[in-house]
């Protein structure tokens, strides 16, 4: 099997894009990304994107050929909210193929706290805020929603996302 990355030359402002050419043998793959959830005084980091689809979303984005999830995170935090973080855990791994409306992307979802700097919207990120479960923006880009759903009723109860959910979320659409 031969597949051909291509990367687009990473341009100040504008959104990195990694896509997969089909091989010969015309598969393709989902492609992998990365997202945080920067716990910060009882509340949550969110950046408003300055790039489509629009709207409110966790910091996050796509894992770079050769890098780690953990170094995605990190730098992805660092590049949109100005934030160096501590990874505490792996949350959970969503993958429906709707969840982003421009490809088929595979979600690691990180939570973290912030071990320095000060919150400041950079790269992607057209504002930042720092939102609780009662005050969430209402246009949340992607599946974000759903994620801070599950982070919010996990920091309630303790319960994770299972699989089933991921299937009864499926039937719904």
Request: proline share 6%; charged share 30%.
């Amino acid at each position: 099997m031969t597949y051909l990355l291509k990367l687009k030359k990473v341009i100040p402002g504008k959104a990195r894009v990694n896509k997969i050419s089909k091989g010969k043998d015309g598969y393709r793959n989902p492609l992998l990304t990365v997202d945080i959830i920067i716990e910060v005084s009882g509340g949550v980091v969110l950046i408003e994107r300055k790039n489509p689809p629009p709207g409110y979303a966790l910091p996050g984005g796509f894992v770079d050929y050769g890098e780690s999830l953990e170094a995605a995170a990190r730098r992805e935090a660092r590049e949109e909210t100005s934030l160096r973080v501590e990874l505490r855990e792996q949350f959970h791994t969503y993958s429906d193929p709707g969840r982003d409306p421009r490809h088929h992307t595979v979600t690691t979802v990180f939570l973290a706290r912030v071990s320095s700097g000060k919150p400041r919207a950079r790269d992607d990120a057209r504002a930042l805020g720092i939102f609780h479960k009662n005050n969430l923006p209402a246009a949340i880009a992607f599946d974000h929603r759903r994620i801070l759903e599950d982070y919010f009723r996990y920091r309630k109860t303790g319960k994770r996302p299972s699989v089933a959910e991921g299937k009864a979320h499926r039937a719904k659409r």
